[in-house]
């Protein structure tokens, strides 16, 4: 059998694994242009991790494939949850299900658990700028195919961990028009989408466009058991482990610090502070106030506000967009293409009412009428709970444009070699426009918690020391009884919106050049080269009000953040080289070696080179044996480098500066000596006033990070039982110098082990009843810590033959995560190294702290994911059962290097505590039918048809819903239909 109809053979029979896409929806190949197999003859496309053309059905690279059908057959409320249940997905990604730290409708895409920076994105194999894949239209996507292995030298930077890959349709003709709708089991959550699709092809080309829309309503935490309180499990210095409802110290009725020579009023109180009864004016020390529970006692319920019920487990989102896809053949030989994407999303996020306080920039004068305790608050001395002014919200309106367009075509050289060539420019935008809601303007508050005196005559209060000395324009309030209508008159009117705008931009100048060389012995040697020019580009303007200064506060008091303004550019050359060694000898059906490289030069660091080589041996025509070993990077973003301050609100889970004594510690200066220090955020479990930032702004020096991607796999393609396909690969990443945002228990940590460059970044009250607590602290980012990751991959795809009752299709991917083991500072003192697999790493944890990615403010990495399908078919009729799997994990570790202390810190018993999770199975169902007669398809479906629920991981682990949205699904069962009609 020559190689010609080899390969045609494979590609028959590939196009019956494709069936079975269809249903599972998962491929561990990618989906091949198919060929009148009359003709003899294949085309050759290029796949997603090389830019050479091939023919070969499986290569070195480890693909998996999401084909149209398997989307067309889903019931997920976005692309993003799609592919985010991939095994291959894991760690934290941001999705509609997070709301503290979400609420954008934006979803990333995170591969190997290191990060979306990390993993980059494609439309057609070029570089999509905001990376968002709920914002393409689903209607648009004929396929994704996800890379799971490191492709710098195909890509350049980002690319480490791996690449998605959006293939767009094409050469469509027709017209489709589609609508859905959806509602969760407790009847919320309801999504509706209409989309409407329509091509026209022809011999001198072809178009196609399409508009879609996509409605997702919010759901309230307090729709949800698991989420509806906000559960803490905490123990103390003083405390033994206790369970409560609660969450935020920061409550309505105030969270005062006791001031000195007062304490005897209160004795035996543990927790140093005070909350005003709730029927009280708050004007009588003695009568109007009682000690802060932080747990439920004998003398009542826990103080702590339960800030959960208002916050959301989906938050609301709305999108319409379209979408232009075409091409047009000049000559034989040449053609001009056009793609063009436009998505409008509208978002929101919802959190609790403004903590309002002295942290956050307000100052209580001891001259107030309304102070009963004579003393000034500032610092770390009192903070309460806005409720008077709503729930905390921001609506944000995003607009993504993406337009690739050029010429392509192709010629022929010596020897009859076949070229393509292509000449193409990129553009992305993406604008961002965001309104934050229920914040107190601080310049206008804190007059009226300034000097304030009763007026016998009039009966009235008024700002200044006196009659004589009354201050125009100020409105005193009582900041502690925020109950009183005059208090709540004083925040309404003190209530303002701020607005702020990000711009970004891309621009890609790209010239590609592929084809043979010469034939050898065993085929064609082919190389790939190509050249482009690309520019980034980000700026942002933030309202006035929400202007962080440096104690992390701004005028609004929450949501601060700064301006950013920059851009980089680079310049980029590649080079691969396709050689075929053997063939067709005893042991070796085909010997081909792939060789990469891409040259790259930054503005702003200097060049880099990454090269890539990789293997493919087939002993048997069944059977591949592949490698690949890559060199990989990512440079610095503009936010990496220019990001200007934003305010964080971090916890940490220790301090090593209790009980000080003096000797030096770097960490601890202005911490009294007298061995009584304690930090409060620690022992209270609250969280700090933090500013995080670029690497300018705190003057961290910053350059690329470096690594390499190893994959070792096999398939099997078993001619002998038809429609079997199996695989397994190997795989290893590592990073040195990871560019990563420093979190505050990593500051901390290295420099109280002596690392000095990172002491100036905490600031501690010098004096005052607050001395030695943190004021604030800088989060900076920099290069700073070792990864290394590895694990292996499975698959399995099986088309069944066909049978009587019908054909049935069975599919399995999973991924084991092996070791995920990452050096806080390698080579310093003070360096730590984690180990993640198969441990939850809790919000406030040092370990959270240094997960790259980590913007839920968690992260999880199972050792085990995996997704199953089986699918069934007979005439007109189909069906699906799709399974999730998460593996078991633990939350805690009973090792002091790995100790994340999820239950408190401050006394032995509460080192070393862990506790262990099950295994998470989610079940969705689909049914599909066909009426040919008048070219509609019925779909319905079930996801989570169990209803399972997520684990409860507690209020002091989590940022949100007492569990991680990132990994689980927060919805509970949902219904869902689809009506899809062909003209």
Not at 455 to 473: A, K, L, M, N, R
Not at 718 to 737: C, I, K, Q, T
Not at 825 to 842: I, K, Q, V, W
């Amino acid at each position: 059998m020559n190689h010609t109809s080899n390969e045609l053979f494979k590609a028959v029979r590939y196009a019956l694994y494709a069936g079975t896409t269809a249903v599972v929806g998962l491929s561990a190949a990618p989906v091949l242009a198919q060929d009148d197999t009359s003709s003899q003859k294949l085309e050759t496309i290029t796949v997603t991790g090389s830019n050479i053309r091939r023919v070969d059905i499986e290569t070195s690279n480890p693909v998996v494939t999401i084909d149209r059908a398997a989307i067309e057959k889903t019931g997920k409320l976005t692309l993003g949850d799609l592919v985010q249940q991939l095994p291959a997905v894991t760690g934290p990604n941001t999705n509609p299900q997070v709301n503290n730290s979400g609420g954008t409708g934006f979803s990333s895409i995170g591969l190997r658990g290191l990060g979306s920076s990390r993993t980059l994105v494609l439309i057609n194999g070029h570089r999509y700028l905001s990376g968002d894949p709920n914002a393409i239209p689903a209607n648009m996507i004929e396929r994704i195919e996800v890379l799971t292995d490191g492709a710098s030298s195909v890509y350049g930077s980002d690319a480490i961990a791996g690449v998605v890959n959006f293939i767009l349709r094409s050469d469509y003709q027709g017209a489709e028009f589609s609508a859905d709708y959806g509602i969760s089991d407790r009847d919320d959550g309801a999504s509706k989408g209409y989309s409407f699709t329509f091509g026209q092809s022809s011999d001198k080309g072809s178009i196609m466009a399409g508009v879609n829309y996509k409605k997702i309503d919010g759901v309230l935490a307090g729709h949800r058991e698991f989420s509806k309180n906000s559960v803490s499990r905490l123990g103390s210095t003083s405390s033994p482990i206790g369970t409560f409802v609660g969450g935020s110290s920061s409550s309505p009725y105030g969270h005062i610090k006791i001031p000195a020579g007062m304490a005897d009023l209160f004795p035996g109180c543990s927790s140093g502070f005070l909350a005003r009864n709730p029927s009280a004016s708050g004007l009588n020390v003695a009568t109007d106030y009682h000690c802060y529970r932080n747990n439920a006692t004998a003398e009542g319920p826990s103080d702590k506000y339960n800030y959960a019920t208002v916050n959301l487990v989906m938050t609301p989102q709305e999108r319409t967009g379209l979408f232009l896809n075409g091409n047009y053949k000049i000559t034989d030989n040449v053609e001009a293409y056009l793609n063009v994407l436009h998505n409008k999303t509208s978002a929101a996020f919802q959190l609790a009412p403004a903590v309002f306080g002295t942290p956050y920039g307000a100052f209580i004068s001891k001259d107030s009428y309304y102070n009963p305790f004579g003393v000034d608050f500032a610092g770390n001395t009192f903070t309460a709970r806005l409720e008077s002014l709503g729930n905390r919200s921001a609506s944000s309106g995003t607009s993504n444009d993406q337009l690739s367009t050029g010429f392509k075509g192709s010629f022929s050289v010596w020897n009859d070699q076949q070229w393509n060539w292509e000449l193409g420019f990129d553009y992305g935008h993406v604008h961002q426009s965001t309104t934050t809601y229920g914040l107190p303007n601080m310049s206008v508050l804190n007059p009226g918690m300034g000097p304030s005196f009763y007026d016998q005559t009039s009966g009235q209060v008024f700002c200044g020391t006196g009659p004589d000395d009354i201050i125009d324009g100020c409105t005193p309030f009582n900041p502690f009884n925020l109950q009183d209508p005059n208090t709540i008159a004083a925040l309404q009117a003190a209530a303002s919106p701020g607005v702020s705008n990000l711009f970004s931009k891309e621009t890609v100048k790209r010239l590609d050049l592929n084809g043979g060389l010469f034939e050898l012995p065993a085929g064609t040697m082919q190389l790939a080269v190509g050249y482009n020019y690309r520019t980034e580009y980000i700026h942002s303007n933030v309202d006035t009000g929400l202007i962080v200064d440096f104690n992390g506060n701004c005028t609004l008091g929450s949501q601060c953040g700064s301006a950013l303004q920059g851009g980089y550019n680079v310049k980029e050359a590649y080079a691969e080289l396709f050689v075929p060694i053997l063939k067709d000898l005893p042991f070796v059906h085909a010997l081909n070696l792939t060789v990469g490289d891409r040259w790259s030069k930054y503005n702003t660091f200097g060049s880099t080179n990454n090269t890539k080589f990789a293997l493919e041996w087939r002993p048997i025509e069944d059977l591949l044996l592949r490698g690949t070993v890559s060199k990989v990077f990512r440079a610095p973003t503009i936010g990496d480098i220019f990001g200007g301050a934003a305010s964080d609100a971090p916890k940490i889970s220790r301090d090593p500066c209790d009980g000080y004594t003096g000797g030096g510690n770097p960490a601890c200066v202005n911490v009294p000596t007298d061995g009584s220090f304690v930090n409060e955020n620690v022992r209270q479990a609250l969280q700090l006033s933090a500013i995080a930032s670029g690497a300018a702004f705190a003057g961290f020096p910053i350059g690329p990070e470096k690594g390499k991607s190893f994959d070792f796999g096999i398939v099997y393609d078993p001619h002998w039982l038809e429609g079997l396909s199996v695989s397994a690969d190997v795989w290893r990443v590592y990073l040195n110098e990871n560019i990563t945002g420093i979190g505050a228990q990593q500051v901390i940590d290295l420099c109280s082990a002596g690392q000095t460059a990172f002491c100036p970044l905490i600031r501690r009250y010098p004096s005052g009843p607050s001395q030695g607590q943190i004021q604030t602290l800088i989060e900076p980012t920099g290069n700073l810590g070792r990864v290394d990751v590895g694990g292996v991959d499975f698959a399995l795809n099986y088309r069944l033959p066909e049978f009587s009752f019908g054909r049935f299709n069975v599919g399995l991917n999973a991924t084991y995560l092996k070791n995920y083991d990452l050096q806080t500072a390698p080579g310093l003192e003070g360096n730590t190294t984690y180990h993640f697999a198969g441990h939850f790493e809790n919000y406030g944890s040092a370990q959270a702290a240094a997960c790259p990615g980590a913007g839920g403010g968690v992260c999880l990495f199972p050792r085990w994911r995996a997704q199953s399908s089986v699918g069934w078919q007979m005439g007109p009729f189909d069906a699906s059962w799709a399974m999730r799997y998460i593996h078991r994990f633990r939350m805690g570790s009973a090792s002091p290097s790995q100790d994340s202390h999820p239950y408190g810190t401050g006394n032995p018993s509460l080192d070393g505590l862990y506790t262990d999770y099950g295994s998470t199975v989610y079940h969705d169902i689909q049914f599909g039918y066909n009426l040919e007669s008048l070219n509609t398809r019925f779909d319905i479906g079930v996801n989570n048809v169990g209803d399972k629920q997520p684990p409860f991981l507690y209020a002091n682990n989590t940022l949100n819903a007492n569990t991680d949205p990132s990994d689980f699904d927060l919805m509970g069962r949902y219904y869902w239909g689809r009506v899809t009609v062909k003209f």
